[in-house]
């Protein structure tokens, strides 16, 4: 990165020297729902930790795009179809894919934030995307979480550091947005101002808060487009994104003591401890399970359209998958891979035992995805909503953003074909030690994916993001 | 090799250390517009939000530090940065804190004392001047008449069918969500578009108190900028003198800069494998208590010199003693003398973050040598197109033996050639930092040549020769230099920091004692010509 970062926010802010380029018609576009067209209406990201059995993932021979099996021994993917589970084969509400790399430029670690946001992560250490997320475009910059009390929420277990390594929400100019990792406070974010009940007492004092509330979101308003005049284009960017906050806020106020039929979840009891490192993660998964269940009626009560959810690991002594104490080194680390997971380099057969591990938590993280299909269908909301969940990275070993599989899920309103497993070549041929020069090398950047998801929500784009080559950027994914 | 297949070669492309060699940036030299800090807009940090909600309010409450609020959004590892925004998230916990603070300030009287309005008073009146008054300390500026309206909106809206304190806790709620509070300005009176600006006194004022205390400016430091004297650069010096003196809060802040300028301060966020480190959890505590304590001691109860920081043969009791071989009492109160290890590359903060949860990390180790202690630019291995596979476990070796495997022929070579020696040298030190003569029943090995014409160059029988050498390396002080500017700008611009080519030529002005020494170092920051001055809005 050589850029100085205000300059070159500026410039993008700006469009200076970019004019021509349709990325801006990003921004300026507006979404429009054809006549009686169903759309997808929610959009939910997850990401999980430590990468992708992709030898166990791969549509197996015999099977094709639509004919497959999920219930094979070792299979990641077994919890889409195991009805005893999740009260039903969520089978044909999923579509798989391999074969997209991540373009982050840089180590998978730091490739979470390129997840939604197509962006290169630029600034070395700790660096950041440039371009907010796919959840943020849509439901703030497009005007699509207009419609419901809370616009959107990125909730976390575990890590609440503002950093590209596990977050996938970004605001303009590719600043991570907090996570909320406590379910208290989740509830809080998404239920408080429903919740107050008709109890005479408490509607009044919710009037008188109301009341309050309003005239300190038009004083802090008014302050901060005051101090926005005197600033110049980069901060504008900053104080545009308090302004947005304060109209979510406002919006809650403004909801305050309203009723709903809703069945609205009680509050969740506090954890002992939250983060990662401080005694956590024993309850990493009862947090995470929490987290999916305010979801399910956020989203299903229309408190909110956007989401995004970012796992985290099971690194304690003791943990329910009987994963190696420090799951990072002794089960991501150790990652012996094929030249499936290897960007098709000719490294021997690898180690299927590694696989095996891997595989073991990936099916736990998609566990959770069933789940949160689960209480989406229980709420009615589900063939409404396209869930993407993905990894920073395929092979963790080697931290590979290449070839990272990839799922979809939910009903996405009919606006994309489910039930399907699409499988597209690897970026270099298996066997083969092809480098970006090559000409059997083919990048499949999942900016297209990004562009897709885009279009299905009704936005009218033709690019997400900016990559060094154009075309990188540009166009929806071809057969999805 | 193992674990290590075929590395590829993006295009013929060179590493990047090469060209930084001699401890310069890469970016020094030319002036230009680049030069200088933007004008910007910065919102408070988490620890300047709750000093100056203590300084207004005269509570004890730390709202921002709360397990509730979220974190700082790191910059370059810096906490402090012009990148930190106001979110839905943080607008709730504002709205919140703004709420009990409200609530704190009226049940004890604080309100009272803060908006007196006696009986017969006109409320409205007593209103006004609490706002003007008080308005001005939170907006750490006069208000403009637009401003003294609004809150006086807020306050008819809260006294609306309530009592008068009810509408002046309002105002009050209004005012620590205002902009007016949240953001520091640094963008001077002129209009826009008319070229470098100087900043404005009560800006300068506020610049050099969040600089050093992370709190408003005290009365003294505001009468000076008012009376237009912060301009001189011997007026900031004898008040930076001043702060440092008697704010222990910029003691504080010299000893986060060095903290997170060498990455220590996330020894507090690291957990280690507790097979391989049953130890660790136990000694966690005193390995961030003298990650603090040795730094505030090196700068303020010793020399102060870089030298001593990364050459000191003595550490504070409050560290890890367990794990180091001691060797009676050092030369500073309560210090004990160290006979294992020298300075605080060293210690366990540095050795433990620098690694991972199972083993030590020769790279990590020496990537943060290069970065962070010589100024070597490196770029990350994916911008070569080059994927790094870690090195399997193998009880068989040492981690020196995984770990060698980049080729003098590969493009592996070209940053490995400065990392590898760095990191290798510490191998007496295992993941938490305990030392160890072998290591899976072999002698280890931490012998290195580093060789990269450099004044640290040398042979090295292990990292404390090292450091000794870094410790006198006139390169190291001239990095020290540079990441206590990157600190104090806080634009997460590592190796493109505006205004460091300019800063550096200063410091290179100060007297040899002065460049070595890391307050002596701040405050020629503070004297140098670009402190009151921003690049063009």
Redesign the interface.
């Known amino acids: 990165m050589s850029a100085r970062r205000s300059r070159r926010t500026f410039l993008r802010g700006m469009g200076t020297g970019f004019a021509a380029l349709p990325f801006l018609r990003v921004v300026e576009s507006s979404y429009a729902q054809a006549a009686g067209e169903a759309l997808p209406q929610r959009f939910i990201g997850v990401y999980h930790p430590h990468g992708i059995a992709a030898e166990l993932f791969t549509l197996r021979d015999g099977e094709t795009e639509t004919s497959f099996d999920l219930g094979y021994a070792d299979s990641p993917l077994a919890p889409f179809d195991d009805a005893a589970t999740y009260g039903k084969s969520f089978k044909d509400k999923l579509v798989t894919i391999e074969g997209l790399d991540l373009l982050s430029d840089t180590n998978g670690h730091n490739s979470a934030g390129t997840i939604l946001t197509g962006s290169r992560i630029v600034g070395g250490t700790g660096g950041l995307p440039e371009y907010s997320s796919l959840d943020q475009f849509l439901a703030v910059e497009s005007s699509l979480g207009d419609a419901t009390v809370v616009p959107s929420v990125a909730l976390a277990v575990g890590n609440k550091e503002l950093s590209a390594r596990e977050t996938l929400s970004f605001g303009k100019g590719g600043i991570p947005l907090s996570k909320i990792i406590d379910p208290v406070l989740a509830f809080n974010f998404l239920f408080k101002q429903a919740i107050v009940g008709s109890d005479p007492s408490a509607q009044a004092a919710a009037e008188r808060q109301r009341r309050l509330g309003a005239s300190l979101i038009d004083f802090v308003s008014e302050d901060v487009k005051r101090l926005r005049a005197r600033v110049g284009p980069f901060e504008e960017q900053k104080l545009d994104q308090h302004l947005d906050a304060l109209r979510a806020l406002e919006k809650k106020y403004q909801a305050l003591g309203s009723t709903s039929d809703c069945p609205l979840p009680a509050r969740p009891t506090a954890f002992p401890e939250l983060e990662r490192y401080n005694g956590g993660e024993p309850y990493f998964d009862a947090i995470t399970d929490l987290h999916i269940d305010l979801l399910g009626l956020a989203l299903g009560c229309d408190i909110t359209r956007f989401a995004t959810l970012c796992m985290g690991d099971l690194s304690y002594a003791g943990n329910p998958l009987d994963l190696p104490v420090d799951n990072h080194g002794g089960m991501a680390h150790t990652y012996n891979a094929s030249p499936l997971g290897s960007e098709g380099r000719p490294v021997g057969d690898g180690d299927p035992a590694t696989w095996k591990l891997l595989a073991k938590f990936n099916r736990y993280a998609y566990g959770k995805v069933a789940r949160l299909m689960q209480r989406l269908d229980e709420s009615g909301v589900l063939d409404s909503t396209l869930i993407y969940a993905a990894s920073d990275m395929g092979n963790p070993a080697s931290h590979s953003t290449r070839n990272v599989p990839t799922v979809l899920a939910g009903g996405a309103n009919g606006k994309l074909r489910m039930g399907r497993r699409i499988k597209y070549r690897t970026d270099c041929p298996l066997g083969t030690a092809c480098d970006k020069t090559s000409s059997d090398y083919e990048t499949n950047p999942h900016n297209r994916l990004l562009v897709s998801i885009a279009q299905a929500f009704g936005v009218d784009v033709d690019s997400f993001a900016r990559q060094p080559l154009y075309a990188n950027a540009t166009g929806p994914l071809p057969g999805l | 090799m193992a ?1 290590l ?2 590395a ?4 013929g492309a060179t590493a990047g250390a090469s060209t930084g060699l001699g401890g310069t940036s890469g970016k020094g030299g030319t002036a230009s517009a ?1 030069d200088l800090i ?4 910065r ?1 408070l940090a988490t620890p300047e939000y709750d000093a100056t909600v203590q300084a207004l309010l005269a509570t004890t409450a730390s709202p921002a530090s709360g ?2 609020f ?8 810096f906490t402090v940065n012009d ?1 930190q ?8 916990r504002l ?1 919140d804190a703004a709420d009990e603070l409200a609530s704190e300030a009226k049940a004890n009287g604080t309100l009272a004392r803060l908006a007196p309005c006696a009986a017969g008073d006109d409320p409205a009146a007593c209103a006004r001047s609490f706002v003007t008054t008080f308005g001005a300390k939170a907006y750490r500026r006069p208000l403009v008449d ?2 003294v309206n ?2 006086l ?2 306050y008819t ?2 006294a609306d ?1 309530a009592a008068y304190e009810d509408g002046i806790a ?1 105002v009050l ?2 005012l620590l ?4 509070f949240l ?1 520091l ?1 640094e ?1 001077g009176d002129a209009p ?1 578009g008319t070229g470098p600006v100087e900043l404005a006194p009560y800006e300068l004022a506020s610049t050099l108190s969040y600089l050093l205390t992370s709190a408003p400016a005290d009365d003294e430091l505001l009468a000076k900028a008012l009376a237009g004297k912060l301009a001189d650069p011997v007026e900031r010096e004898a008040q930076a003198r001043r702060l440092l003196a008697n704010d222990a809060r910029a003691r504080d802040t010299v000893v986060r800069f060095v903290r997170e300028w060498l990455g220590i301060d996330r020894v507090q ?3 280690k ?4 480190y049953p130890a660790f959890d136990g000694l966690k505590a005193s390995i961030v208590a003298e990650s603090n304590d040795f730094v505030r001691a090196v700068a303020f109860e010793s020399t102060g010199n870089v030298s001593e920081l990364f050459g000191a043969n003595w550490t504070v009791s409050s560290g890890p003693l367990a794990l180091y071989r001691t060797a009676g009492s050092g030369p500073v109160a309560g210090s004990t003398l160290l006979d294992d290890r020298v300075g605080i590359l060293n210690q366990a903060a540095f050795l433990a973050t620098y690694a ?4 030590s990390h020769p790279i990590f180790r020496g990537v943060a040598i290069a ?1 962070r202690v010589v100024c070597l630019p490196l770029d ?4 070569f ?1 080059l ?4 090195p ?2 193998d009880p068989t070796k040492t981690t020196r033996e995984r770990f060698s495997v980049h080729p003098a022929d590969s493009i592996c070579a070209g940053c490995h050639d400065v990392i590898d020696p760095f990191g290798f040298s510490f191998e007496h030190f295992d993941g938490m930092g305990a030392y160890r003569a072998e290591e899976n029943g072999q002698d280890v090995d931490s012998s290195v040549v580093v060789a990269l014409e450099a004044d640290y160059d040398g042979p090295y029988a292990d990292s404390n020769a090292m450091a000794a050498a870094l410790a006198a390396s006139p390169t190291v002080r001239e990095c020290m230099a540079r990441y206590v500017l990157r600190a104090a700008v806080g ?4 190796f ?1 920091t ?1 205004g460091e080519p300019a800063f550096v030529e200063f410091w290179r002005t100060q007297p040899a004692a002065a460049q070595g020494n890391i307050v002596e170092t701040l405050i020629a920051y503070v004297k140098n010509p670009t402190f009151t001055v921003r690049d063009a ?1």
């Open positions: 674990g297949g075929g590829t070669n993006a295009g680049d933007p004008a910007r807009v919102r397990p509730d979220p974190p700082d959004l790191r910059q370059d590892g990148a925004r106001v979110d839905a998230v943080i607008v709730e709205a637009d401003e609004a809150l909106a807020l809206v809260g069918g309002h709620r209004g969500q205002s902009a007016g953001y300005t963008l826009p966020e690291i957990a494998d507790t097979l391989i991972n949860a199972h083993e970065r990350s291995p994916a911008s197109d994927s790094v596979v870690p399997a476990p634009t997460g611009d590592s493109a505006p809005l």
